[in-house]
């Protein structure tokens, strides 16, 4: 059994930042390739940003240069460094990982609220 936990999510003005982290725990500790998601009601599960297991990274159009994805050398642990926070980044933000970038099975946190509001 693989648990992800998410912290780090909560209210914050509109410019602002916000950390976000999701710690890898169970069955397996380690896993290699990882990603936030995020959703509002209403809509799909969107894809925020990603890392690969060779570190490599990618970002939604409505973050780049916003948004950081990091993880600890470990591999247990991933960040969302999120600044210049807008009301629309408020959603429900997931995070997802996987053993491999191609596994086919996924793990998920019980995710964590971000609200952007003055």
């Known amino acids: 059994q693989v648990q992800l936990v998410e912290s780090g999510g909560g209210l914050v003005q509109p410019g602002g930042s916000l950390r976000l982290s999701c710690a890898v725990s169970?069955?397996?500790?380690?896993?290699?390739?990882m990603g936030w998601y995020r959703q509002v009601p209403g809509k799909e599960r969107e894809l925020v940003a990603a890392?690969?297991?060779?570190?490599?990274?990618n970002y939604a159009d409505s973050v780049k240069g916003r948004f950081t994805i990091s993880r600890n050398n470990a591999k247990t642990t991933v960040y969302l460094q999120m600044n210049s926070l807008k009301p629309e980044d408020t959603a429900v933000y997931y995070c997802?990982?996987?053993?491999?970038?191609?596994?086919?099975?996924?793990?998920w946190g019980q995710g964590t609220q971000v609200t952007v509001s003055s």
């Open positions: 169970g069955s397996i500790f380690r896993l290699n390739a």
């Open positions: 890392i690969t297991s060779d570190g490599s990274t």
């Open positions: 997802n990982g996987k053993l491999t970038d191609r596994s086919t099975v996924e793990y």
